[in-house]
């Protein structure tokens, strides 16, 4: 795995084009699946290609 293979918490939100709060949802919801959480509250990781993923499925509000 290289570094530009994973994506912040913010750079997931950008790419996806949700804010925070929805990511953690989608998080709880197993409609998305970090791949590491490091230290405080909202240091997760995301692989690129499970963001990538997630951007091509379609998702209504719950």
């Given amino acids: 795995m290289k570094p530009n293979d994973l994506l ?3 750079m ?3 790419a996806l084009g949700i804010t925070r709060p929805t990511l953690y949802a989608w998080i709880r ?3 998305i699946n970090p791949w590491a959480r ?4 909202s240091a997760w990781f995301f ?3 499970e963001v990538e993923k997630a951007k091509g499925r379609k998702y209504q509000r719950t």
């Fill in 29 to 31: 919801q197993g409609k």
């Fill in 8 to 10: 912040t918490t913010p």
């Fill in 38 to 41: 490091l230290g405080g509250q």
């Fill in 47 to 49: 692989l690129k290609n």
């Fill in 12 to 14: 997931t939100c950008e």
